[in-house]
């Protein structure tokens, strides 16, 4: 069975968005790599992201059922 690597990569990235769109976490992390000057900055770059591998998702999901009979 053949399995579509952007899919998973899509929910996957979809998956880790949405963890680090809880604030504290992304706070967290950032502060933890050096990085705390982003975090006021973090809305702004998670919610297109998660925005776009949703789309991505989506995208591939449909093609893929498309081809399957």
Known sequence: MWRDR???L???GAAVT???CL???AVLALGALGLGAW????DLVLLPLLLGVVGL???RYR???RRSP
């Open 6 to 8: 952007w899919l998973a």
């Open 57 to 59: 998702a989506i995208y």
């Open 39 to 42: 975090t006021g900055r973090v």
């Open 63 to 65: 093609t893929t059922r």
């Open 18 to 20: 949405c963890l680090a």
């Open 23 to 25: 604030t504290p976490v």
């Open 10 to 12: 899509a929910i996957l």
